[in-house]
C-alpha cells in the first residue's frame, strides 16, 4: 500500500517572509504587500531629501560644514540606493 506523501511548500521564504505553521496565503500577502509600501516609503523619503540636499545654497552648505562637491555624489546616488 502506498502513502501519499506531503506536498513540498512553495512558499518557503526565508526571512521577513519566512512560512510558519498556520500562516496562510493572506497573511504572506498582506505582510509582502505591507513590505512593499514600506520599501516605497523609504524610497520617497530617500529622494525627497537628496532633493533637498541638492537645492541647498553655498551659505546653507558651509553651516553645515559641507561643500558642494562634497554632496555631489550623495544627490547623484539613485533613489533605491543607500
Not at 3 to 30: D, W, Y
Not at 41 to 56: D, G, I, K, S, T
Not at 59 to 64: A, E, G, K, P, V
Request: with cysteine; net charge positive.
Amino acid at each position: 500500500m502506498h502513502t501519499i506523501s506531503k506536498p513540498p511548500v512553495l512558499l518557503e521564504i526565508p526571512g521577513r517572509l519566512g512560512r510558519k505553521p498556520g500562516h496562510g496565503f493572506r497573511e504572506l500577502a498582506f505582510r509582502f504587500l505591507m513590505i512593499c509600501l514600506e520599501t516605497l516609503a523609504v524610497w520617497q523619503e530617500r529622494a525627497a531629501a537628496r532633493y533637498r540636499l541638492a537645492e541647498m545654497d553655498d551659505r546653507l552648505l558651509n553651516d553645515i560644514a559641507l561643500s558642494r562637491a562634497d554632496i555631489e555624489p550623495e544627490v547623484r546616488k539613485p533613489f533605491w540606493r543607500a
